[in-house]
């Protein structure tokens, strides 16, 4: 059965014999197309409806202290939402799942709601059929769709480098056979799970697909695909599945310019149209988009509501009371020193694919530098020859060069590359043991002296460094997580001219914080944590991907304010990866080289 609204329209307009080549303009927004019998707006049925209501966690009295208090909230078919966070995990707790799993959303049914919302129609009233007084299962309606960090079974440690070599059977598997399986055409190549998709669902996939930029990349194994491109593929995917609701969790985040305004078209067409009902989730510091009618600011236990001016002006407020704007004096450049990288006429090739073209690149001690270039275009795969993951960095040699401070690469074991080398990106995200109960904060933090995934020595900064070394780096970790801990982004820190109890509130906090299980941590402080773990060991290279990516705004300032205020050296070099000028800590005038990767090709400047 041809399904409403979008897909209802692609049929009418195209035949189901159409061949997706000729799609042109079908996804052209309106909001008084005549959509079929099936379509699902209902301009008279809210979308969710919360009276003014508690919300607990399952167990909780009614007297206990709620997750949430006197929300109200409802969301109208013709009303186009986003919700928004203070705190890095207040805006899980009403939209996404908790960093360690659990169950703890309100959205999607695991957190309850008192007093209830009247039955048939319950959280969700654009469900209930008014002519049998029943209502769909929300569970088989409602879809969520994260982009936290993905885990291992069992949140045990992964290769996250196996994507370079795609040796292993399982790494063989390609886009098309673990995420579409159903526009396989050979029976015998599909997945048990495979059946045969309607000839207008195969026309909406080969739209979309190839609107997001993934037609190239269906055949190729997914773990060799970059972490924008991913992203992409999994909210085609969540769309495929048509849900009547749908809730996206950061679907921006790590995806390029061009990407980010071609799936937020798709997305609001969509949700134009019913077809689904699309609900996004952001966060503070991120723009909102244009189409957005609606807000929800999730604040310290409150969720409040509104048309998006009056929100904003709210969001505006809150923002500047959480911390105070990043007024860290500009950095004075210093000289570059000598090369720590050296990189002439490098390739990277599978077969006849070619990521690498000739790169040539000097990355000096002292340098700033800010890697740019599209989902796809070799910038994991740059760094991870710059870590020595890479195997195929061992092979540039001859008229190919990759030398790692000072000495080819193929001289120095990866373990060395590892401990001189802080490293901050979505795929060490992913990969960090998180196996309960998991290692604490100052575990994780300490594994950054050696580059390693596992806590070394009774202090855990390492085996056989002698008493000197080892009080040395207790040190060192005391004063990152004394400068990135939670009262750095919750708190102004103590001036030497406050009174000593201040610096002992400061002290405990700090050692509370340490000794957290590192799992438990909302995403955002996990992304913190792994922050300071790149730069406890003070390495002469530091490699920051998609930092940002889970921080709330308070946290993004404080860090900025460390990195601008010391915490890189001066002869440290640093390469930021991003989308975003503005989320270069250092601007062009103290020193930042803008580097670019274009089909395999670098260019500076």
Known sequence: ?????????????????????????????????????????????????????????????????????????????????????????????????????????????????????????????????????????????????????????????????????????????????????????????????????????????????????????????????????????????????????????????????????????????????????????????????????????????????????????????????AAPADDTPPAQHAPLGAPVVEMHNVIVAYGPRTVLKDVTWTIRAGGRYHLQGANGSGKTTLLALLTGDHPQSYTQRGARQLRLFGAPRHETATRTLHARIGVVTPELADAFPRRAPGMSVWEAVGTGFEGGFVPLGPAGVGLDIGEAERARRVARVREVLRALGPLAWGAPAPSSSENENKNENWDTETARFAALRFPELPAGEQRLVLLMRALVAQPPLVLLDEVWSGMDGRMVRAARAYLRGGGIGEGQAVVVVTHLEEEVPWGVGEGVVRVLLRGGELREG
């Open 1 to 321: 059965m041809p399904s409403p609204g979008l897909l209802y329209r692609l049929q009418a307009r195209l035949g189901v014999n159409s061949s997706h080549h000729t799609i042109r303009g079908c996804l052209a927004p309106t909001r008084t197309a005549k959509l079929s019998g099936n379509s699902r707006r209902n301009y008279s049925t809210p979308v969710l409806t919360i009276p003014k209501a508690n919300v607990y966690r399952f167990g909780d009295a009614n007297r206990a202290t709620p997750v949430f208090h006197d929300v109200e909230w409802t969301i109208h078919p013709h009303e186009s939402w986003a919700v928004v966070g203070t705190g890095s995990g207040e805006k899980s707790a009403l939209f996404d799942r908790q960093s360690d799993g659990a169950h703890r959303q309100m959205l999607t049914g695991h957190l309850r709601i008192h007093p209830p919302p009247p039955p048939p129609a319950g959280l969700f009233p654009f469900l209930a059929d008014s002519k049998t007084q029943n209502a769909r299962d929300p569970h088989d309606c409602v879809a969520l769709v994260s982009f936290a960090n993905r885990r291992a079974a069992g949140g045990a440690f992964y290769d996250y480098t196996a994507r370079y070599g795609a040796v292993r059977e399982e790494d063989r598997v390609t886009l098309r056979q673990s995420m579409f399986p159903e526009t396989i055409d050979d029976l015998k190549a599909q997945t048990r799970m495979a059946l045969a998709a309607p000839a207008t669902d195969r026309v909406l996939f080969a739209y979309l697909v190839d609107k997001m930029g993934l037609a190239h990349l269906l055949d190729l194994p997914r773990i060799a695909l970059s972490n924008g491109q991913t992203r992409r593929a999994r909210i085609l995917k969540a769309l495929l599945a048509k849900p009547h609701l749908l809730l996206l969790d950061e679907p921006l985040t790590g995806l390029d310019v061009e990407s980010r305004a071609t799936v937020l078209a798709i997305l609001h067409e969509l949700h134009v149209t019913s077809d689904p009902h699309i609900v996004l989730g952001i966060r503070m510091q991120d723009a909102v988009p244009a189409w957005i009618t609606h807000l929800a600011v999730v604040h310290d236990g409150t969720v409040r509501t509104g048309p998006k001016a009056a929100m904003l002006a709210y969001k505006a407020q809150l923002s500047a009371a």
